[in-house]
């Protein structure tokens, strides 16, 4: 029995299970906001805000993959775990299938989780050791009432389906490689059948040849369950290699977004020039074609971000306006939308 097949019950929200037509819009991010509080003094008053996340405007459609990149710290992961809703957003919109799920209560989020999953950087971390891995695939349909009429079989195909023997079911996580625990993750996302997969950082932590499995694996896998992937990565080249459309992110802000051609080819915004100067080119004959920005100075705190363009500070472009007016994420000529008042594409920094 594949995913697709899974018995599950009926509900009032059927519409919502049923798999979004490809290229139809499927998530929508408007002005999303995660600040948390600082607390200083006995009695634990707030003193100030950690801005993680802050305003950030995103979409996807069923079937695409939304590559997002950006430094350590910069709100990507914290970004996917509030429009999953493991953290409670702060404000803005977050809507799934056309239902606004931003501040859904958890009775209400139940039906969603089943369309959600999660799929986590430390396969290690994120796998129960207690369980087996038979048990930890077929958790989430235990949860959801779905193991019964033939549950035992699903997590076996499950199984079958990553990569992973059927008879290894019975074995705990630490009796695997670290390609192996992140394949068990990937079969505990797919059991409830779900249309979008968040995908933070999965294959930072393993080697560049079990990395290259991971990334075909789940091509593979969108393909054959027609699913939509938001991927986290600092790695330019795998991000390029899975992404349909990429989104730069840097303190908390969306600094510029596109298609992959788009951002690979035309970056308009600095610091996507900078990351893209700073990846690594395979061939030595084109290392010295490229110009390499070296960025000043160190990422701002997010409890104190400098005024105007969050950026500014590290900018060689920056000038007084930078520092009063807050660039829009739009496109000024460039074909996409970039959050910089002076965008503009330079190709010393294309491979």
């Not at 995103?58 to 429009?83: D, F, P």
């Not at 409670?88 to 369309?115: A, M």
């Not at 994120?126 to 891995?133: A, E, F, G, I, K």
Request: hydrophobic residues 35%; proline residues 6%.
């Amino acid at each position: 029995m594949s995913p697709q097949q899974a018995p599950h019950q009926e509900t009032s929200t059927e519409t919502l299970h049923a798999r979004a037509p490809l290229g139809t819009e499927l998530l929508r991010i408007e002005g999303l906001r995660k600040y948390f509080p600082i607390k200083a003094g006995l009695i634990r008053r707030e003193v100030g805000q950690i801005k993680a996340v802050d305003g950030v405007d995103l979409t996807l459609n069923a079937g695409e993959t939304l590559g997002v990149v950006g430094e350590s710290g910069c709100g990507k992961s914290t970004m996917a775990r509030s429009v999953a809703r493991l953290l409670d957003p702060t404000g803005g919109k977050v809507t799934f299938r056309g239902h606004d799920i931003t501040f859904s209560s958890r009775r209400e989020l139940r039906e969603f989780r089943r369309e959600i999953q999660f799929v986590f950087q430390d396969p290690y971390a994120s796998l129960n050791p207690r369980m087996t891995v038979r048990e930890i695939v077929a958790e989430p349909l235990r949860v959801h009432g779905r193991y019964k009429n033939g549950g035992k079989d699903h997590v076996d195909q499950l199984m079958e389906t990553v990569g992973l023997k059927s008879e290894h079911g019975n074995r705990f996580p630490h009796e695997f490689s670290g390609g192996q625990r992140q394949r068990i993750g990937v079969a505990r996302a797919l059991a409830l059948n779900p249309q979008l997969l968040m995908l933070d950082e999965p294959v930072s932590a393993l080697d560049v040849s079990i990395q290259a499995q991971v990334i075909n694996l789940l091509e593979r896998l969108q393909d054959e369950f027609h699913l939509s992937y938001v991927f986290i990565a600092h790695d330019l080249s795998v991000v390029r290699h899975i992404s349909d459309r990429v989104a730069v992110m840097y303190l908390g802000k969306i600094m510029e977004t596109g298609t992959k051609a788009e951002i690979y080819d035309r970056p308009s915004h600095p610091y996507t020039q900078a990351l893209l100067s700073a990846a690594p080119i395979p061939d030595p004959a084109k290392r010295g074609k490229r110009e390499r920005i070296v960025l000043k100075g160190d990422v701002p705190s997010p409890a104190d971000p400098p005024s105007g363009c969050v950026f500014r500070t590290r900018c060689w472009k920056a000038e007084d306006i930078c520092a009063e007016e807050v660039p829009q994420l739009i496109d000024r000529g460039q074909g996409h939308p970039v959050a910089c008042h002076f965008a503009e594409a330079d190709s010393k920094v294309l491979a």
